[in-house]
T-cell receptor, first 115, second 114 residues
Framework: DAGVIQSPRHEVTEMGQEVTLRCKPISGHNSLFWYRQTMMRGLELLIYFNNNVPIDDSGMPEDRFSAKMPNASFSTLKIQPSEPRDSAVYFC?????????????FGSGTQLSVL | AQSVTQPDIHITVSEGASLELRCNYSYGATPYLFWYVQSPGQGLQLLLKYFSGDTLVQGIKGFEAEFKRSQSSFNLRKPSVHWSDAAEYFCAVGPSGGYQKVTFGIGTKLQVIP
């Protein structure tokens, strides 16, 4: 089992550019989550998918952020246009079910720097 | 709304000493509680979880945590810390029903000195 795979590991871009982060969840997992981690705010849930359907996107900060899950094995988080305050580590996580007691499996994250 | 408080942002302990990391939660019913560990440059890894039964929960790497409903606490403990335990530790709370929205604490960074 390769675990949750995220790409790229590091992304440096200039303000105003489009950024796309990618995630491959663990095969067979029904739930996928995108989190953002910053020093000031800690780990924040951005969006949650269950069976490829977005269930809760209340954490998406603004319209510049969008996420898709076209199939069970792939998800993207896009920022357009990017701003320096978007600099953070973005984590993708998956879990096998939907219950509140499920273990989350995290990827290694994408370190995003917007200059 | 559920919330988690980790009052200690940074803790330093000597190798071989005991460790206790504090976590207090706010939730209207019996929650699911978790401790995760994050090593530098890595994602979070589950150490242990509690959702019912024995209030003392054993986890991986020699960690344990105790659920105390009266104090709304779920403190993480280890009797003897190893240098490899240096990492950031996150307490989290999840709802006992409905879809899974887990709320994480701000994290406690553990430094281990020789």
């Amino acid at each position: 089992d390769a675990g949750v795979i995220q790409s790229p590991r590091h992304e440096v871009t200039e303000m105003g550019q489009e950024v796309t982060l990618r995630c491959k969840p663990i095969s067979g997992h029904n739930s996928l989550f995108w989190y953002r981690q910053t020093m000031m705010r800690g780990l924040e849930l951005l969006i949650y998918f269950n069976n490829n359907v977005p269930i809760d996107d209340s954490g998406m900060p603004e319209d510049r952020f969008s996420a898709k899950m076209p199939n069970a094995s792939f998800s993207t988080l896009k920022i357009q246009p990017s701003e320096p305050r978007d600099s953070a580590v973005y984590f993708c996580a998956s879990s096998p079910g939907t219950g509140g007691n499920e273990k989350l499996f995290f990827g290694s994250g994408t370190q995003l720097s917007v200059l | 709304a559920q919330s988690v408080t980790q009052p200690d942002i940074h803790i330093t302990v000597s190798e071989g000493a005991s460790l206790e990391l504090r976590c207090n939660y706010s939730y209207g019913a019996t929650p699911y509680l978790f401790w995760y560990v994050q090593s530098p440059g890595q994602g979070l890894q589950l150490l242990l979880k509690y959702f019912s039964g024995d209030t003392l929960v054993q986890g991986i790497k020699g960690f344990e945590a105790e659920f105390k409903r009266s104090q709304s606490s779920f403190n993480l403990r280890k009797p003897s810390v190893h240098w490899s335990d240096a990492a950031e530790y996150f307490c989290a709370v999840g709802p006992s029903g409905g879809y899974q929205k887990v709320t994480f604490g701000i994290g406690t960074k553990l430094q281990v000195i020789p």
